[in-house]
């Protein structure tokens, strides 16, 4: 090789770590612009271990998992049919959804807010159904110190909210009990052995090393959906489909419905906190004609009512054990348009307006 062609290699080779960092600093910028400054680093010396490969989410030996502690969650999500905006999650010392930490307790009334994903929130702490029912709240009662702790989680069953309450009530000692169960799969989600579970007896169990066999990937290719409309069956015609094609567990899942209920109340009754359970409808019990519209297997799904006679049956359960419940199908119906909701169907910021403009007066008039 001649002089001057190595020159010429070694002046390349010079260039080449300039070229790399200046692809690395494009990319950087890139991502800054679109999704703002980078995530915080998960300490590596913490003893959360992430749950599912998420990091929002780490392990926790009662309840299976729970938000991670100390962190924010920064993603972009949009209303159904609209744009994609920038949402940054708070995540407490406790892990709860709220921006401010726990540090001591405040002498006005505390509100345990328990729930799944929807509650949990694809929206921003200050457009939570938990920050506005708070706010809204101290308004009307005139506390200023009237807080509500939002510990719902991703992914929750109805049977971890009473867990997630369980290790939070000597902590946070609530006042009140507010558990917003999601009609759409937080009844399918009891039928989940793999996770904190009760057993066709009634027996509280620990997750099951080999649960059974996973079965939704099934259902979702049988109604084949596009992509944009998968959100809907992850948030509603999942369980629809599971108790339509097992029509046999829907008894067994009741009985574990019914006795986690029963579990809330009585650790309600224990700590001398009123309960109040409120029951957030899914996409398909509000606009069932859109959905049946999709296609001929979602129109075939939604004739058979499975949701809608879920959502009756856990009605006619509240009542029979005296639970104080705020339905909020009906207020959803009349009041919500589609953008109330996520393009991923969880609600969206019109749905938590609405969920914290209906519990407020039930909240404020909870008595033990």
């Known amino acids: 090789m001649s002089s001057p062609v190595r020159r010429r290699v070694f002046f390349a080779l010079l260039l080449v ?18 999704e703002g400054p980078p995530l915080p680093l998960i300490d590596a010396m ?14 926790d030996p009662v309840v299976g998992w729970r938000p991670r502690r100390d962190f924010v969650d920064r993603h972009r999500m949009a209303p159904l049919g609209g744009r994609r905006v920038r949402h940054e999650r708070a995540q407490n010392n406790l892990g709860l959804i709220r921006s401010e930490d726990v540090i001591g307790l405040p002498k006005g009334r505390r509100v345990l807010l328990l729930g799944d994903s929807h509650l949990m929130g694809v929206v921003s702490n200050r457009e939570n159904a938990s920050d506005v029912l708070e706010r809204l709240a101290r308004e009307r009662s005139g ?3 009237l807080s509500v702790y939002n510990a719902s989680c991703h992914n929750y069953s109805l049977y971890q909210y009473v867990l997630r309450a369980r290790t939070l009530m ?35 169990r620990r997750a099951v090393a080999d649960p059974l066999p996973e079965t939704a990937t099934r259902r979702l290719v049988a109604l084949r959906l596009t992509l944009q409309q998968q959100g809907l069956f992850w948030q ?15 008894r067994p899942m009741l009985s574990r419905m019914r006795r986690s209920l029963e579990l809330l109340s009585e650790l309600a009754a224990n700590h001398d906190a009123a309960l109040i359970v409120a029951l957030l409808p899914s996409f398909d019990l509000i606009f069932p004609k859109r959905v049946a519209a999709v296609n001929e297997p979602a129109r075939a ?21 005296g639970i104080p419940t705020v339905d909020l199908r009906e207020r959803f119906r009349t009041d919500a348009s589609e953008d109330f909701f996520a393009d991923d169907y969880h609600i969206y910021v019109g749905g938590h307006e609405l969920v914290a403009d209906a519990l407020v007066a039930p909240l404020l008039g909870a008595t033990r």
Request: hydrophobic residues 45%.
């Open 17 to 34: 770590p300039w070229l790399i960092a200046f692809a690395v600093a494009v990319v950087f910028v890139r991502v800054w612009r679109e």
């Open 236 to 250: 509603g015609l999942n369980q629809a489909s599971y108790f339509r094609d097992y029509p046999k567990r829907v």
């Open 301 to 321: 799904l939604m004739a058979r009512n499975v949701n809608v006679n879920l959502h009756a049956a856990l009605v006619a359960t509240l009542y029979e054990l």
């Open 46 to 59: 913490s003893t959360e271990r992430s749950w599912n490969g998420e990091r929002f989410a780490v392990l």
């Open 143 to 145: 506390d200023p110190e």
């Open 170 to 204: 000597d902590r946070l000692r609530p006042d009140t009990l507010l558990a917003v169960i999601f009609v759409g799969n937080d009844l399918l989600e009891l039928e989940d052995l793999g996770r904190p579970h009760i057993d066709d007896n009634g027996v509280e």
